[in-house]
C-alpha cells in the first residue's frame, strides 16, 4: 500500500525531528491494535530509546496480562515493563457510580502511573523521558473534541475518551500521536508494513478504560469483574470457534447491577443479569449489531449458564450505534 507507505515514512521522519538525540520517550501498551502499532512505529524511528510500559489495572479480561504480555514477549521486539496497579485502581474506584467519573478517574490513575514509571527510568538512565506516545486514532479526536470545520457542534462531544485531551501541565511529557489522523483499517495497513503479526493486528478493539466501562455501576461490588470475565471469554472463544471473529468488528459482554428471579435445578435463584453485544462497523463511529444463528445463541448462553455461577439471565444488545454507543457507558 503506497500511501501508507508513504505516512509510515513521513511519521518516521517527523518523530525523528521531534524527539532529539539524547532524549528519552515513554509508550504505555495495551495490548491493542492501536498502541501497538504506534509504539512499533516510534521504535523503528528512535530504537530503544523507547520505553513501553504495560499496566495492569484490574480491569482488564480473561488472563490477558499473561496472554499479552508473553506475545509481546515473543512475537514482537519491544522492551516492555509490566506493573501491576490493580490494587490502586480499584480503591480509587470503589463506591463510584457515575460513567464519566470512573473514566476520570481511571485516566487520572493511568497518569500516576505513568509518572511513576517515567520517575523509575529517570533514576535508571541519568535522565528523564521527554514524551509519552498514544494510539490515539482520528475518530476518538473527533469524537471528544470536534475540530473546527468539521460541521459538528459541542453537543457531538459523546464520551470523554481518556486518552484525548492532553496531560495535565504537572506532568512534564510532551505527546506523541502518530495515529492521530488514521482511522482503524489504516492502523491495521501500518501495521502490517511494519510487521505486527496478523493475529494482533485482528484483535477487536479494547476501551482503555477496560471492563469499567462493561460493569454498569460500582465496578468493585461483589464478584461482578470475575463474573464478566468468565462470559466474556466463553462468548468470545465461542465466537472464535464459530469461526466468526474476523466478520465482528467488536464483541463483548457487559454485567449489569441488577438481580433476576430463575429456577436451575430444583432451586429458584436470584442471579445476575449479563448481555452481550457484537457489532460490525468500519470505524466505531457508526454500528450495526452483529446478527448470530439460533444455534450460535442457544449454545452460547447454555455455555454461560452452565458455566459462570452467579448467572441466571442473558440478553442480547440488538440496539445499533446511533442512538446507542458501542459500550454501555
Ligand atoms: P463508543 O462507546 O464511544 O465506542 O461508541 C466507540 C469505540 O471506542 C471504544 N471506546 C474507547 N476506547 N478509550 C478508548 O481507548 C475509551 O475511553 C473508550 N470508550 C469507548 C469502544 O470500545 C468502541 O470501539
Redesign the pocket.
Known amino acids: 500500500d503506497w500511501k501508507m507507505q508513504d505516512v509510515l515514512e513521513e511519521e518516521i521522519k517527523v518523530i525523528k525531528g521531534l524527539v532529539g538525540p539524547d532524549e528519552h520517550v515513554i509508550c504505555a501498551l495495551?495490548g491493542?491494535v492501536?498502541s501497538t502499532v504506534a509504539a512499533t512505529l516510534v521504535h523503528k524511528a528512535i530504537g530503544d530509546r523507547l520505553h513501553c510500559v504495560f499496566v495492569d489495572n484490574g480491569l482488564l479480561r480473561y488472563k490477558e496480562r499473561e496472554r499479552v504480555m508473553s506475545t509481546f514477549q515473543s512475537d514482537l521486539h519491544l522492551p516492555v515493563t509490566c506493573i501491576d496497579a490493580s490494587e490502586q485502581f480499584l480503591s480509587k474506584l470503589k463506591g463510584v457510580k457515575d460513567p464519566e467519573m470512573k473514566?476520570k478517574i481511571i485516566g487520572r490513575e493511568f497518569i500516576c502511573i505513568f509518572d511513576y514509571f517515567a520517575e523509575e527510568l529517570e533514576e535508571k538512565l541519568g535522565k528523564r523521558p521527554t514524551f509519552l506516545v498514544q494510539?490515539?486514532l482520528y475518530?476518538?479526536v473527533i469524537?471528544s473534541c470536534p475540530p473546527p470545520g468539521s460541521g459538528m457542534t459541542h453537543s457531538h462531544t459523546?464520551?470523554?475518551?481518556?486518552?484525548v485531551g492532553g496531560l495535565p501541565k504537572e506532568m512534564k511529557l510532551k505527546l506523541i500521536e502518530p495515529l492521530k489522523l488514521l482511522f482503524k483499517d489504516e492502523v491495521r495497513k501500518m501495521g502490517n508494513i511494519l510487521n505486527v503479526p496478523e493475529s494482533f493486528l485482528k484483535r477487536?478493539?479494547?476501551?482503555?478504560?477496560g471492563l469499567a466501562?462493561r460493569v454498569l455501576g460500582d465496578v468493585t461490588e461483589g464478584n461482578a469483574l470475575e463474573i464478566l470475565r468468565q462470559v466474556d471469554e466463553i462468548f468470545i472463544q465461542s465466537i472464535k470457534e464459530a469461526g466468526l471473529y474476523d466478520s465482528i468488528?467488536?464483541a463483548?459482554a457487559v454485567f449489569l447491577p441488577v438481580q433476576s428471579v430463575g429456577v436451575q435445578g430444583d432451586q429458584r435463584t436470584h442471579s445476575h443479569v449479563v448481555v452481550l453485544r457484537a457489532i460490525t462497523?468500519e470505524d466505531?463511529?457508526t454500528?450495526d449489531w452483529y446478527y448470530f444463528d439460533h444455534k450460535f445463541l442457544i449454545d452460547v448462553v447454555s455455555k454461560i449458564c452452565n458455566n459462570v455461577r452467579g448467572v441466571n439471565r442473558v440478553c442480547q444488545d440488538i440496539t445499533s450505534?446511533p442512538p446507542?454507543?458501542?459500550?454501555?457507558?
Open positions: 495495551s491493542g492501536d473514566r494510539g490515539t475518530p476518538d469524537e459523546i464520551k470523554s475518551h481518556h486518552n477487536h478493539p479494547f476501551p482503555g478504560p466501562v468488528w467488536q463483548f462497523s466505531g463511529m454500528a450505534k446507542a454507543t458501542v459500550e454501555w457507558e
